[in-house]
């Protein structure tokens, strides 16, 4: 099940397009209009095929799909790559289980540190010059951590837990492609109105992936 969402301008504009497991909080992120502008084609998972990816410029592997199914798709996933396109990995995928190089580390998750008044959770811009933070502020991706990365060589964290690892980083390198990984998981929470700043992730980051990656 493949919806392309909008027609082709006369200078073609990336097409970018994200996996959708059938959950509640992907339905919602994929039907919320001022996201779903910069999502160009929705793919159901069970259909992923290279026919499915045919034209596709970024693919947005969404949050919380099972791992498992990731991995059977892995050879897949990394000719995309291999073909200079962009993937992201977003967080509870596993992205560690089905991608080279990646490094993970689980930690213990605070759901409720915001509770605490003037709480720090150890989050700081990595690279505050990078083009991803003239669309988002360090408040736009402060919510709890699942764990952090150790970035590959070459790769740039873009947010950072103190004392910890990468929670977001861009790796131009290990591949042909572009890849960004990052534990946060905006789609679940914006699908589950729960956690504001989630929703105001989402309104940066997806303008940002359509601005930031170039059409074949």
């Known amino acids: 099940m493949i919806h392309d969402a909008h027609s082709v301008s006369n200078r073609r504009a990336p097409v970018i397009a994200a996996l959708d497991a059938g959950t509640y909080y992907h339905h919602r992120t994929f039907h919320t209009p001022e996201l779903a502008a910069y999502i160009d084609r929705v793919i159901y998972l069970p259909e992923l095929d290279d026919a499915a990816l045919e ?30 396109k962009t993937l992201v990995a977003m967080g509870e995928t596993g992205s560690h289980r089905w991608l080279d190089g990646v490094r993970w580390t689980d930690c213990e998750v605070n759901f409720w540190w915001w509770k605490t008044p003037g709480a720090d959770p150890g989050l700081r811009l990595a690279a505050p010059d990078h083009s991803l933070f003239r669309y988002l502020t360090l408040a736009d991706v402060t919510w709890h951590q699942h764990g952090t990365y150790a970035p590959p060589p070459g790769a740039v964290s873009l947010v950072d837990k103190v004392g910890a690892g990468s929670v977001l980083y861009e790796d131009r390198c290990s591949t042909a492609g572009r890849l960004i990984v990052t534990s946060l998981d905006p789609m679940y929470h914006h699908g589950s109105y729960f956690m504001p700043a989630t929703s105001r992730f989402l309104r940066g980051f997806l303008p940002w992936l359509k601005d930031s990656t170039p059409a074949a």
């Open 55 to 84: 034209g596709c410029d970024a693919l947005i592997v969404s949050c919380r799909i099972n791992p498992e199914l990731l991995v059977a798709q892995r050879a897949r996933l990394a000719r995309f790559l291999a073909a200079g």
